[in-house]
Every structure is written in C-alpha cells, then in structure tokens.
C-alpha cells in the first residue's frame, strides 16, 4: 500500500536517517505481500556496494523484490565482453551498466582536431555498443544505463564546454549518442545521472573522500538519488506507475474559493505571484495529461460553480482535460471511489492532491491505497513535490498513452449514449466497432509490451514479460501472438487485447490472454478467440487451454474461459484452474458486433 | 542522544541484536564492519553531534572507542563504564 512506504524513504527523502536504517528498513519492506520478483546485474564502473544497497531499498518500496548480481570493481565490460559465466547462468531480467564519467576511456587532447574528436566518439562508443549488444542478444535482458555526469574540475574553464575537445563538450556529446541508442533500441534505457547531478549539484554528487578511500563515484546521498531515480525506471517497466491525478479546485488549482470569491476574484494569472504560481501549477499538470496521465477532479464545490473556474481567461486546464468531474459535498473518500469505479482503474493507481492536510488525513485513513503526497499548502511546491514523487514515471511514450485522455473523454461520451439505449444489445450495436486483430508486429511491440506489465485486472495469467522476451516470441514460430485493436464511432481505443499461446503439437496453451480495461463488455474476448480459432483451424491445432490464475486483482476474470464454453480440466491446482476447448471445423464465430478488418483506425476514417 | 543509544544504532547499522556492542571492540572483529556500515556510521555521527568526518578519519580508527571519540559520544565516560551503564539499563 502507497501509504505503508516508511517516511525516510519518501520524498523528501532523509538521507542521513536511511543510511542509519537501512537493515531495519530493509527488514520492513522485505514483509510485504505480493513482491515481484526480479533479478538485476549491477555492472559497475566503480564500487557498487552502496549502489546495490540502496537500489534494494528503493525496489523493495516499490513492491519489487531484487535478486543480484554485482560485477567485480570496474568489472562491467570484462563480464560482458568475457562472457563471465556467473554472470551468464544468473540470467538477469534487468542489466543496470552503473558507470559514470570516470569510465571514458580518452578524452580528446586539447587543440584535438575535430576529425580526432569523431574519433574519440566513435571508439567510445564502439566500447559500449559491445557490452550493450551482448547484453541484449545473448542475454536479452533490459538494459539501465548511466549517461554520463560531468566532472567538478575544468582545466579549460568555460573552453570545456565550447570546445569540442572539451571534457564537458565532450560528454554531452556522448550524451547525446546514448540518447540515439536509446531511441532506436527498445530494450535499452537511459538512467540520467546528468539530469541526477544537476540537481543535487556536483559539490554533493562527487565526494572525494568517498573516491580516494573506496572508489565511490558517488557520494552517499547521490547514491540515494541514483538508486531512487533506478528505481523509478524499474517500477514503470513493472507496470506500478500511477495513471490518474485527482486534484482538489480552490487553493490547489487556483488561488482563492470559487464559491465565495467568484470568479473575478480568483487568483490565477501573471499579474500576481500567487496567482503565477498556480498558473504555473495548472501548466504542469497539462503536460501530464499531454503524456498519458488522466486527470480528475474531487472538490468540496457546487458542480456549477466548479466548472465555471476554468473559464477563467488565464486558466491553462480547461474542463474537457477532465476526464472525471466530482463537485459536490460529499466526502472526499466516497468520490475518489466513484471516480475509480467510473475511470475502472484501481484505486493504487491515484495520486490525490488537495491542499488541506484534513482532506489529506481523511483520503489516507480510508483509502490506504491512494496516494496522497504531502503537498503541505504553497502551491509553488506542488508541482516539486509530485515530480520527485515520481508518481507517473514511464519509461516509454507509445502514441496510445497520447490519446489515452481523450479515450476516457469519450467513454464519458459513451456512457451517456448507453442510456438511450433500450437493450445493451442494440447499445454495442450502435457503436459500429471494428477490430483489427492480427499477429504480432514490430510497429506494436512497445505498447503490447507496456500492456502486458501493466494490466492487472482483465489479465488470466498476469505473466510479465520484458520487451526482448515480446521481441523474441514474435519471431517465434512455436507461439500463436494475436494483438487486437479496437475502434468505435467515438474514437480509436488504440491496442486493447494481447494473446501469447505457446504450441505443442495438436495444443496450444494460453499462456497469456489480457485485454484493457478500456474495452470491457465490449465483446472483445469474443473477437479474440475467433481470431484464435482460425489460427488454430489454419494450423491444425485442435485443442486450445488455457490457465486462470487468480490474483488479488483479476477476479473479474473468474468467470472468462467457462463464458467462452471451455471446460475446466481435471487435477487443476488450487492455485490455478486449468481450462480447455475443442476447436471444431464446424466453428461458428462468437462476436455478434465487432467487424474484423485489416486496420481499425482507418475502417472509420 | 546518550552513549547507550549511541551504541544501540550502531547495533542496528551492523544489523546486531541490540545492546551487541559494548564500546570497546576491535572493529575489524566486528561483524557487518564493512564500508556500508562506515557510510552509514558517518551518517550516524553527523546526527548525533552535527560533526562531519570524513572517509578518512573512519578508515584510520580501529576500536568502536575511536569511533565514538570522532563522533564526540561522551569521551569522558569509558567503554567500561558504558558498558556498565548498559547493564544496570537492562536490570
């Protein structure tokens, strides 16, 4: 639960109080139920004793429980390159390359020319390439990589940075090199300790007590930041980023009450420092609806009154950037659950802001698994403070997450088109949905992979898989992939559905069926299995299982493959039920109102 | 803080039963004495009486009496009878 993480371990976090703790925190946060397990290699540059500590800390309250590997002091490319065999039979999930700007081999000499300085680039990275290639194709793990942070000395003072001989010219431009490694391979990721030590700055990055006495690029606290930004990372690839901001209105959107003072007489605007700063506020939380992050109102307002506050001239939210509305004088608690049930996302996966610390205790006491970050009451922090909370975190941007808003925007829509409706029936009907549904390709593999760690709920087996291991089944031919798209006359819900079956013979075994919750009750499962059936009439498959494996979420699937007409089998365990189905030539397919065609979005063009 | 709850955290930066650590063991006879307990040691001294030592100073101690006469843990009483102190605390 959010609110269970101990406080030294929350932002701000207390450093001094960590390190003190560490076994005793360690100990707390090893208790919790349902830790994911993973196995990380932490191949260092330098001494990576404090670097695997504190990365312990930070997964553990993220719910992730880390099994490691640690490579021998500036050990990273000998094990990579060697192929150490311990490295090799620990078969990580996650490769964290911990270096830092100590490990570049040649910067270019001064007055280098700058064919020289290409050359510098080149070999460099060259260097890494060798490590990350292996990684990748022998071991197919997820790579975390440092950039490259700069160092505190400038023998050429400001040259260092104009000059492409320059050390700190330099590594932005191998900065800028990873950055292009990291776009055009998905499998690879970038932990940016630039961005890291910038912040801390480089006095309390770099220690060099802590260098001289034990090869600590960091200093203790920088090594917090490292391990907490890692962390970060690893919980987004794990699907354990939040989706929704909840936020209150008066004094937390903008300055002043709606009710009392009106709407001439709210603070917002640049005419006023007060009034900026929530302006400045409003301008934060847009990006993070532009990026994915659905918004949601719960404000102690009439509902008249709420929404006449974004028609202030100089408010940068507007009411549609809400894909939920509550306004009214009920408590706090009882709207965020509503907002959750009408959203259909759980309720771990709010964050709530609201500037009175009342409203924070009560959210807290009743909702233990809603985050309610300690905003305090300046709302010149707010935006601070959500950010180094890094609720949102997400390690890759899909053209989906874009439109995820304007998904739940619509469904609003939707909603209110369902009630005209005499039957359900006729309600699907009218929606005109079509589906695209086919085998796995390139151009979706990012998102079938972000669909697979994060979806909980409409998930039958909830197996996580990492990009190289998606990469790897789709160019498989002993696996059966089906990715399913789904648009209707309100709009594209993007890819909603994934289907892994694994072949054996004259079976297929399902061995991951999920679907979003975007596209409940929509019949898509019943689209999916006909499409599951003609690849298995095509193959000659006869027989299709499937496992249901419960999990404290996925109970709404309880019911999926006996409503699909398959047969629970004999000896299923107690913790998973075993299901099979004949497939018949005399298949008759099951979706009534969803039309297949070969692209979804275009149909309705 | 007092020199038994000065003891008592070091107890739990070595990942000790409470009340291990006496104040007049050799630290390399000490288990879990390694540089992640100095680090946190550092962190530890820095809280108690606002002194900041540096790797240097903690490298070159070798008892837990030098420690806790760099992180200026009441160096009038001695080890012994802190030691006592902390038996008559459990009575």
């Known amino acids: 639960m959010q609110n269970t993480v101990p406080q030294p371990l929350r932002f701000p976090v207390a450093v001094a109080d960590i390190l003190r703790q560490r076994q005793t925190l360690k100990s707390e946060l090893a208790k919790q139920a349902n830790l994911v397990q993973t196995r990380m290699a932490i191949l260092g540059g330098s001494t990576t004793a404090e670097v695997k500590s504190m990365l312990e800390l930070f997964l553990l309250a993220q719910g992730i429980q880390p099994t490691f590997y640690e490579s021998g002091y500036n050990r990273y490319w000998d094990d990579v390159v060697c192929e150490n065999p311990v490295l090799w039979n620990f078969r990580p999930d996650i490769v964290f390359v911990h270096t830092t700007w ?129 962390a970060a990372i690893v919980k987004s690839v794990y699907g354990k980023s939040k989706k929704c901001l909840v936020l209150d209105l008066d004094n937390t959107l903008w300055g002043g009450t709606i009710g009392d003072d009106g709407l001439q007489n709210l603070l917002l605007g640049r005419d006023h420092p007060l009034g900026e700063a929530f302006v400045n506020f409003q301008q934060y939380v847009r990006e993070l609806r532009r990026r994915g992050v659905i918004l949601a109102v719960c404000s102690k307002n009439d509902a008249e009154n709420a929404k006449e506050g974004f028609s202030h001239p100089d408010s940068a939210l507007k009411l549609e950037d809400f894909s939920a509305f509550k306004a009214n004088w009920d408590p706090k608690p009882d709207n965020l659950r509503r907002i959750a049930e009408e959203l259909n996302i759980g309720l771990d996966s709010i964050v ?57 925007s619509s469904k609003a829509r939707g909603s209110a088109h369902e009630t005209s409706f005499g039957s359900y029936g006729d309600f699907l009907a009218s929606l005109q949905m079509v589906a695209e549904i086919g085998a796995f390709t390139p151009v979706y593999l990012e998102r079938i992979t972000q669909l697979i ?3 909980n709920q409409f998930n039958l087996t909830t197996r996580r898989y990492t990009s190289s291991e998606v990469e790897a089944i789709s160019g498989d031919s002993a696996f059966i992939t089906l990715y399913g798209r789904l648009a209707d006359k309100f709009g594209d819900n993007g890819l909603v559905s994934v289907l892994i079956g694994r072949i054996s013979n004259d079976t297929v075994e399902i061995d991951i069926w999920l679907m979003s919750c975007r596209v409940l009750k929509r019949e898509m499962e019943l689209a999916m299995l006909d499409a599951l059936v003609e690849e298995c009439q095509v193959r000659g498959i006869r027989k299709i299982t499937g496992v249901y494996i419960p999990s404290k979420k996925n109970s709404v699937v309880a019911g999926h493959y006996a409503s699909l007409g398959f047969n629970r089998a004999d000896g299923t365990s107690a913790n998973s039920e075993l299901w099979h189905y004949t497939v018949l030539p005399s298949y008759s397919p099951k979706s009534r109102y969803i039309r297949r065609t070969a692209d979804a979005f275009v149909a309705l063009s | 803080m007092t020199s038994a709850d000065f003891l008592l955290q070091m107890d739990e930066i070595l990942g000790l039963r409470a009340g291990t650590i006496q104040g007049f063991e ?66």
Request: hydrophobic share 40%; charged share 20%.
């Open chain 1, 453 to 455: 760690n994060k979806t």
């Open chain 1, 102 to 230: 100590h490990n570049v081999s040649q910067f270019p000499e001064p007055l280098a020319p700058a064919v020289e300085v290409d050359g510098c680039v080149r070999r460099e990275m060259t260097r890494f390439e060798s490590v990350w290639g292996r990684l990748h194709s022998k071991l197919g793990a997820l790579i975390i990589q440092n950039n490259f942070d700069l160092p505190r000395l400038r023998p050429l003072g400001n040259l260092e940075a104009s000059e492409s001989f320059g050390r700190i010219n330099y590594l932005l431009r191998l900065n800028a090199e990873f950055a292009n490694y990291a776009r055009d391979h998905s499998h690879f990721l970038i932990n940016d300790i630039l961005y890291l030590s910038a912040q801390l700055g480089l006095a309390a990055w770099f220690d060099p007590g802590y260098w001289y006495n034990f090869h600590m690029a960091l200093s203790p606290g920088a090594t917090v930041a490292l391990a907490r930004n890692v």
């Open chain 2, 26 to 91: 050799k630290l390399d006879e000490l288990e879990n004495w390694d540089s992640l307990a100095l680090i946190s040691f550092i962190a530890l001294a820095q809280s108690h009486s606002g002194v900041s030592t540096s790797p240097q100073q903690i490298v070159s101690c070798s008892t837990v009496a030098d420690l806790l006469r760099i992180a200026r843990v009441d160096v009038a009483t001695s080890p012994t009878q802190v030691a006592k102190s902390r038996q008559s605390e459990s009575v």
């Open chain 1, 352 to 408: 709530f802001v609201d500037d009175s610390p009342a409203e924070r205790a009560i959210v807290r006491d009743e909702l233990p698994d809603v985050a309610v970050p300690e905003v305090g009451s300046d709302v010149s922090s707010f935006a601070d403070i959500l950010e180094n909370e890094r609720y949102f975190e997400t390690h890759k941007l899909v053209p989906d997450d874009l439109s995820r808003s304007a998904y739940y």
